[in-house]
């Protein structure tokens, strides 16, 4: 199976920082990577996803780096934002899809 | 746009009762799974299902069972039910998952919390 874990359960950023959240993952193998985000009692929301191919891709406001070699992602927000303060898992699927795999949250909370 | 329903939205249930959670995925969705989440807890694989077929399981116990219909809708059966079974529940569907290797995002609905007295 897959192991995806988060270095830090908490980060708290002020309103306008750039805010990262980090996530390891153990399968080399590993292809494909998702950002969730989920506010309280509020299902995960799709934020971006990366495929192996690509060591970076933006979105708006925010940006995923993979670093195969070391087997780590990254969540990049720019200019943080207090509507962006919840939870963040990144996930991995299995091979085939038939389920994935997610870390354990990091919890951002941004100050005003 | 539609997005995935899930109902009830809240469950409260004894010990030992049973409970089923129902799941309606995206219109045209083919693709379902269960997650499990606890207080605090990232969401845990539970089940999938893709074309009514289960395509895989993960930590669901032996009580539980789901099953998905010929309109895609999903549910999951919970029977004698424990107090560690108090969680939030959400179902996810997607488009083409499991079945080709493939699958569009993953979208989750906005999940049942089940507590367990």
């Known amino acids: 199976g897959e192991s995806v874990g988060l270095h830090l359960p908490t980060l708290s950023v002020q309103e306008g920082d750039n805010s990262i959240i980090n996530c390891a993952y153990s399968?080399?193998?590993?292809?494909?990577f998702i950002w969730y985000k989920q506010e309280s009692g509020k299902g995960p929301q799709f934020i971006i996803d990366i495929r192996s191919n690509m060591d970076k891709r933006q979105g708006q406001r925010v940006t995923v780096l993979l670093n195969k070699t070391v087997k780590h992602l990254s969540l990049q927000i720019a200019a943080t934002q207090p509507g962006d303060s919840a939870v963040y898992f990144c996930a991995v699927p299995a091979y085939n899809f038939n389920k994935f795999y997610f870390g354990s949250g990091t919890k951002l909370n941004v100050k005003p | 746009a539609a997005g995935v329903i899930q109902s009830p939205r809240h469950l409260i249930k004894e010990k030992r009762e049973t409970a089923t959670l129902k799941c309606y995925p995206i219109?045209?969705?083919?693709?379902v799974y269960w997650y499990q989440q606890g207080p605090g807890q990232d969401p845990q694989f539970l089940i999938s299902?893709?074309?009514?077929?289960?395509?895989d399981k993960g930590s669901i116990p032996d009580r539980f069972s789901a099953q998905q219909f010929s309109d895609y809708h999903s549910e999951l059966n919970m029977s004698s039910l424990e107090l560690g079974d108090s969680a939030l529940y959400f179902c996810a569907s997607s488009l083409g998952g499991g079945g080709n290797g493939m699958s569009d995002e993953q979208f989750f609905g906005p999940g049942t919390r089940l507590t367990v007295l």
């Open positions: 399968n080399s193998a590993s292809d494909y």
């Open positions: 299902f893709y074309e009514k077929m289960q395509s």
């Open positions: 219109p045209r969705h083919d693709t």
